[in-house]
């Protein structure tokens, strides 16, 4: 079957970097998607990658080895407004989205 | 900017009761999906729709309907309410199927939270 794994919760300080990991076993392979979600909101995208690498974007990066199955968001010097769910999902062959269930991200002063 | 608007943030419905939850986007997006979120879980696709009057099954069809008589309207039904349907609902819409990156982005509304008594 096909599986994304992320962890459940992570917790880091204000002003900190944190790297929130994704693992995933799919069918195919076509882009794996970066999403924020605060509480209560809509998920808001974040980053793409379809190819090995680093991508940076501000203080968020995502990073891919397809060859691994994994990818990573980093995010630096943290704010409180960081604090959300980071949701991991891949493009399948059949260009389906398969979702991880999301790391809730706590930020502490 | 991209925006998806769903009818009703909340509601609440008794067992056995229709529920309609309307979705629309104004970007002329091609593609149109209805999820559920429920806590420890991954989004679940309910069904989606690539063009006007053609829906496909997702991962947990059962218990739901769907109506896209508009390019720009994404209708959820569920035409018998039950108390495992108490979820967070989310519509997204998204460009094209396929290849580019921009045409798999996802926009979504800011959900509706269906409590089934």
């Known amino acids: 079957g096909q599986n994304i794994d992320q962890p459940t919760e992570m917790t880091a300080t204000e002003g900190a970097i944190v790297q929130i990991n994704c693992t995933y076993q799919?069918?195919?392979?076509?882009?794996l998607f970066w999403y924020q979600q605060h509480a209560g909101e809509a998920p808001t995208f974040l980053s793409y990658?379809?190819l090995d690498g680093l991508e940076e974007k501000g203080r968020f990066s995502s990073f891919l080895s397809r060859s691994k199955g994994y990818s990573y968001l980093l995010l630096k010097e943290l704010q409180m407004k960081d604090s959300a769910s980071y949701l991991c999902?891949?493009?399948?062959?059949?260009?389906?989205?398969?979702w991880g269930a999301g790391t809730k991200l706590i930020i502490k002063p | 900017d991209v925006k998806v608007t769903q009818s009703s943030r909340y509601l609440v419905k008794r067992t056995g009761e229709k529920v309609f939850l309307e979705c629309v986007q104004d970007?002329?997006?091609?593609?149109m999906f209805w999820y559920r979120q429920d806590p420890g879980l991954g989004l679940r696709l309910i069904y989606f729709?690539?063009?006007?009057?053609?829906?496909e099954k997702g991962d947990i069809p059962e218990g739901y309907s769907v109506s896209r008589e508009k390019k720009e309207r994404f209708s959820l039904i569920l035409e018998s309410a039950s108390t495992n349907q108490t979820s967070m609902y989310l519509c997204?819409?998204?460009?094209?199927?396929?290849?580019?990156?921009?045409?798999?982005?996802?926009?979504f509304g800011a959900g509706s939270r269906l409590t089934v008594l």
């Open positions: 997204a819409s998204s460009f094209l199927a396929g290849g580019d990156s921009g045409a798999n982005v996802l926009t």
């Open positions: 729709s690539y063009d006007v009057k053609m829906k």
């Open positions: 970007m002329d997006h091609e593609n």
């Open positions: 999902a891949v493009l399948d062959s059949n260009y389906q989205l398969i």
């Open positions: 799919t069918s195919g392979f076509n882009g």
């Open positions: 990658n379809v």
